[in-house]
């Protein structure tokens, strides 16, 4: 199993509902990572988890919140989004940690806010 | 961070090759180069990466400027299949990616 598995592929919510974005691996790896992908712009980190703890936290606001409950998932809570947060967002993977290597991207979940 | 410059569009003849710049003046001496390319819809896929000495895999060769300042993608015979966003990044102090503008190349039949 080569995939990183992102779920929903799309989801719209409004801005005062809680949703969650979750993504899976089974490859082993140790890293975890979160882009955000606007239209026509390149992915921009907004977390990294390495060994299950957070390392990096691109100064993204507080109403994303990441979770790692265990090295094949990882989520990210979203509350009170703001329509300009509308945007694909990628989950990646890498084997050993912040790599200087190969990161496994999902397809993505597609986020509208209304 | 380091940063990378690409052209914002190249067009390539199919089963040619594609030559693919990047520049990166300020690269450090720890910073390896990537390219990751990404299809219509999908999530980026990794291509190639090196540190100093030329690379090659099944997918593309990766030629590094003596000076490291520069690097350059090559597909060695272009296919429909391989129009996407080609993206060279550098690996930050962190050992983060981030991602910059990227090139658009278009295969023509």
């Known amino acids: 199993d080569t995939e990183v598995t992102q779920t929903p592929k799309h989801l719209v919510m409004g801005m005062t509902n809680k949703k969650s974005l979750k993504c899976e691996q089974h490859m082993g790896h140790r890293a975890m990572y979160w882009y955000k992908q606007k239209a026509k712009k390149p992915p921009e980190l907004m977390f990294v ?27 990210l809570h979203l509350h009170a989004l703001q329509p300009e947060d509308s945007a694909l967002y990628l989950c990646a993977s890498s084997p050993f940690g912040l790599t200087t290597g190969e990161l496994f991207f999902g397809e993505g979940s597609r986020l509208t806010v209304l | 961070d380091a940063k990378t410059t690409q052209p914002n569009s190249m067009e390539s003849n199919e089963e ?10 300020t690269i450090s ?10 299809l219509p819809s999908q999530g980026p896929e990794y291509v190639i990466h090196g540190l100093t000495s030329n690379v090659n895999n099944r997918m593309a060769s990766l030629a590094i400027a003596e000076d490291r300042k520069s690097s350059t993608l090559i597909l060695h015979r272009a296919t429909l299949r391989d129009a996407a966003v080609y993206y060279c990044i550098l690996s930050g102090s962190a050992r983060q990616l981030t991602f910059g503008s990227g090139t658009q190349l278009t295969v023509l039949p």
């Open chain 1, 49 to 75: 988890y390495s060994y299950e703890k957070l390392s990096i936290n691109e100064s993204v606001p507080s109403r994303f919140s990441p979770e790692c409950p265990n090295s094949s998932l990882l989520n």
């Open chain 2, 16 to 25: 040619e090759p594609v030559h693919l710049p990047c520049n990166h003046s």
């Open chain 2, 29 to 38: 001496g720890t910073d390896y180069i990537h390219w990751y390319r990404q």
